[in-house]
């Protein structure tokens, strides 16, 4: 179905914005196990973005600029899982180019998609518009310290994280926030290639009592550069007692 008149005129007025702070490009990005493709914009070029870290006090740098695995095969995981996930209010952390939100919208989930960069949220909300006709709920913030508004409809049955464990810094921030996020019968869903940083989180989270089924995703990915990476699904369960669909 084609995208409605007032979805085509969100899409071109985010673009507009987004062009006053960088120049985009358009890609194509395969999600492997689903066979769907969508159409993603970008940023051209990551000079400014470097530059602009570089004053950030946070120093978070720019990793949403580009496509990573972990974010394709977390959208190709939810498509393939959608009868869990239709009609259910769904918190992302970390939005990347908005792949997995756009995946989340697809199989109809409410998404909210939360990141640090406001850039990520517009290129979050643009992608999902020009790939769904829809765009998710965003909210900025910094997840090592979360403000109230992130917790107003918390908690969720189902939070998603791809590629949020870069530094060890992160990884007792973010388990402390899962354990106030994530329901008691509910699934954090983190996929990440195997960085050491994701691996104490799992390990840490398991010795807090989360249970852990692990699946692997081999691609192919749409980048050449990308070949040879494989990126760990690990779904986490607070407890046994019932079930993530």
């Given at each position: 179905m084609p995208p409605s008149p007032a979805a085509v005129r969100a899409f071109i007025r985010l673009r507009a914005r987004l062009a006053q702070?960088?120049?985009?490009?358009?890609?194509?990005?395969?999600?492997?196990?689903?066979?769907?493709?969508?159409?993603?914009?970008?940023?051209?070029?990551?000079?400014?973005?470097?530059?602009?870290?570089?004053?950030?006090?946070?120093?978070?740098?720019?990793?949403?600029?580009?496509?990573?695995?972990?974010?394709?095969?977390?959208?190709?995981?939810?498509?393939?899982?959608?009868?869990?996930?239709?009609?259910?209010?769904?918190?992302?952390?970390?939005?990347?180019?908005?792949?997995?939100a756009t995946a989340l919208l697809t199989a109809g989930a409410q998404p909210l998609v939360t990141d640090y960069s406001t850039e990520t949220l517009l290129l979050t909300r643009a992608n999902a518009l020009r790939n769904t006709g829809q765009e998710p709920r965003t909210l900025q913030l910094n997840w090592r310290q979360p403000t109230q508004a992130l917790f107003a409809d918390a908690p969720y049955s189902f939070v998603l994280a791809a590629d949020v464990l870069y530094e060890a810094r992160d990884v007792e921030p973010l388990l402390a926030l899962v354990e106030r996020l994530v329901a008691p019968d509910g699934v954090l869903w983190l996929a990440e290639p195997g960085r050491p940083p994701?691996?104490?989180?799992?390990?840490?989270?398991?010795?807090?009592?989360?249970?852990?089924?692990?699946?692997?995703?081999?691609?192919?990915?749409?980048?050449?550069?990308?070949?040879?990476?494989?990126?760990?699904?690990?779904?986490?369960?607070?407890?046994?007692?019932?079930?993530?669909?």
């Amino acid at each position: 179905m084609p995208p409605s008149p007032a979805a085509v005129r969100a899409f071109i007025r985010l673009r507009a914005r987004l062009a006053q702070k960088f120049r985009s490009v358009e890609i194509p990005v395969s999600l492997p196990w689903s066979g769907v493709t969508y159409h993603v914009l970008q940023p051209a070029s990551f000079d400014r973005l470097l530059t602009a870290a570089a004053r950030d006090p946070e120093q978070n740098m720019p990793y949403w600029a580009t496509v990573w695995p972990s974010g394709v095969a977390l959208g190709d995981a939810a498509l393939l899982q959608a009868e869990w996930l239709r009609g259910q209010q769904v918190l992302e952390l970390g939005g990347g180019l908005g792949i997995t939100a756009t995946a989340l919208l697809t199989a109809g989930a409410q998404p909210l998609v939360t990141d640090y960069s406001t850039e990520t949220l517009l290129l979050t909300r643009a992608n999902a518009l020009r790939n769904t006709g829809q765009e998710p709920r965003t909210l900025q913030l910094n997840w090592r310290q979360p403000t109230q508004a992130l917790f107003a409809d918390a908690p969720y049955s189902f939070v998603l994280a791809a590629d949020v464990l870069y530094e060890a810094r992160d990884v007792e921030p973010l388990l402390a926030l899962v354990e106030r996020l994530v329901a008691p019968d509910g699934v954090l869903w983190l996929a990440e290639p195997g960085r050491p940083p994701a691996q104490r989180f799992v390990v840490a989270a398991q010795a807090q009592g989360w249970q852990e089924e692990l699946t692997r995703h081999m691609g192919p990915w749409s980048d050449p550069k990308d070949a040879g990476v494989v990126v760990n699904l690990h779904l986490m369960r607070r407890g046994m007692n019932g079930s993530a669909g």
